[in-house]
């Protein structure tokens, strides 16, 4: 009884928990806050130079990010901000240092290898294709490499993968998740590029 929990019991609980991030996700992207009462117009100052507009912040740990489909697997997920057992308990998550979605950088993710999230990212190989979606854009990367190496091996949610500290040229996707599958001695990772 214990297994069949573990593989279908678990499952229906991350289900319940993608259905309401999923909800959460699409308020999140329908409000608008130019139209929101409780702002108050924005006044000219003629004096005043403009600012750079400021780098959207990230969303609280355990909150809505983005879709991230694995069309290889037949499956989708709502990512969430962050990478603790809480965050990412019933939803892959976001590395807090990351890029974010279509950044130059490493819009780097892990989840748990089990049935409801990323179980089958071992069949997910270089050519196949991973979709994200955020509020206003679709992002295509295609997988290069899918690759295991120890958990000690955190260079590769680096901007660079492999490569810590140096400067990010190209707009890159990484997966990760325990490997073997039942066990934790391992990550299996997954690299893609904007494409």
Not at 42 to 50: F, L, M, R, S
Request: charged residues 20%.
């Amino acid at each position: 009884l214990l297994a069949a929990y573990e593989v279908w019991g678990k499952a229906a609980v991350v289900a319940s928990h993608q259905g309401e991030l999923d909800r959460q996700l699409e308020q999140m992207w329908a409000y608008d806050p130019a139209v929101d009462p409780t702002v108050g117009p924005v006044q000219d100052v003629e004096d005043e130079e403009p600012e750079a507009a400021p780098q959207p912040l990230a969303p609280p740990p355990g909150h809505a990010v983005a879709r991230l489909y694995v069309p290889k697997l037949g499956r989708y997920w709502v990512v969430v901000e962050g990478v603790g057992l809480d965050d990412i308990r019933y939803a892959p998550g976001r590395y807090p240092e990351s890029a974010m979605p279509g950044q130059i950088g490493n819009f780097a993710v892990a989840g748990h290898r089990n049935v409801s999230t990323f179980w089958d990212l071992d069949r997910v190989v270089s050519g196949d294709t991973v979709v994200v979606e955020t509020r206003d854009n679709w992002y295509v990367y295609r997988v290069y490499r899918n690759h295991i190496v120890l958990p000690t091996a955190v260079e590769v949610v680096a901007p660079v993968p492999g490569e810590p500290g140096a400067e990010p040229e190209r707009a890159l996707l990484t997966l990760t998740t325990c490997n073997p599958k039942w066990d934790n001695y391992q990550r299996l990772i997954v690299h893609a590029e904007l494409v």
